[in-house]
């Protein structure tokens, strides 16, 4: 006998993954409804389903095989359906949410809301209908995977809302370090400021010094790094500007014809406040040297203050020239008093015929346009010798000297 409701609702149901996939328990004292209902479900497109006639032991077999689905009848000797639910009730997740379609003879409204008040999912009358109960467990299954979807989807975005909490937290706590980092070495007084010659190559006859920023600041690290975290927490300027002052004042040693070179980044060579500090400054040769480490966007206002820092009678040089964005469109539009070529194109200079080619041409591309060419980071006699056959005029570099306190320069002959 071939119902051919069922047939239907079968053949759709055999391609259904939420049955496939589901496990369902029946629990009925009467092997003969195990039996059937058993059948109806695999029919129905179910692949593990479970039966048992003892209600004592429905709990742990519960725990044991996790259904996600329970066929209870109601009316079984030893422990009833309401009592197999009650039990049920603290098995299992808090937020997990398993079905109970209770199975009855008594069609009974008394009978249905004794049931449902026990927390039934559903309710369903025997002698059993094979596609109601079907089409119930099929909607009972759909409900209780849209569940466990959303509960896995929560889940992920409590996951995700605490991996941003964390995130967000290790930045705050990162840059309250960098910012106390930065305030210790500001409030610590005026960094130490070393100075390295810079000197005319053919005759090793020193011209100028340039002034070098060291904090004695934890941990050791180069002072860019501490221009940067400084930029980072919003006081590199600030950062800049003591350290300019300090060379500044240090400089005062040097006898008054001596030029001093100083570092400056775009953004504090744009700051108000450096021509306040060195526009008095006219009695001394003063080199502004220009370091480029991130493109420069605005370069009218750039321009703009290096025009008043000019007429305040400094001298403008291009920093590490050939390196990073320290490109020739940056020297064009500046139009420094000085080039200073990157100590990459320095290093080894003897001996690679390439870079040679490229100093040669800065030698005349600067002599044309009026700069004047300083080599930086020459560390042999060999690549001094060949700067100064290649016609560059001036040079620095820890052959020439290295970066020094000015107590170990004054005085001495260099000076
Ligand atoms: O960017 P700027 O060229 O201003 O950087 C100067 C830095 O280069 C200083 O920190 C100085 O100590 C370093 N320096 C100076 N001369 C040499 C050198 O001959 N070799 C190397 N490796 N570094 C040098
Ligand atoms: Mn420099």
Redesign the pocket.
Known sequence: MTDPRLLEVAAEEAADPVMAGATVLVVDDHPPNCILLKRILTKAGVADVHTTGDPLGVVELVEHLRPDLVLLDLHMPGMDGVAVMGALAAVGGADEHLPVIVLTADATSAARDRVLEAGATDFLTKPVDRSEVVLRVRNHLKARALHARLQIHNRELENEVETRRRVEEEARVERAEKERRIRAILDAGPPTI?F?PIAELATGQVVSY?A?TRFAAEPQR???QWFTEASEVGRGVELELASVMAALAEAERLPPEVGV?I?VSPAAATSPDLVDLLGPERGRRLLL?I?EHERIDDYESLLDALGRLREAGVRLAV??AGAGFSSLQHILTLRPDVI?L??SL?RDIDQDPIKRALASSLVSFSADIGSRLVA????TESERTTLVDLGVPWG?????G??APLDAIVGSPLS
């Open positions: 070393v390295q340039e070098l180069p002072p860019d070179s570092n040297e370091t920093d590490d200073k990157d100590i320095t930086e980071g020459i560390e620095q570099g820890y052959h020439l290295r970066p």
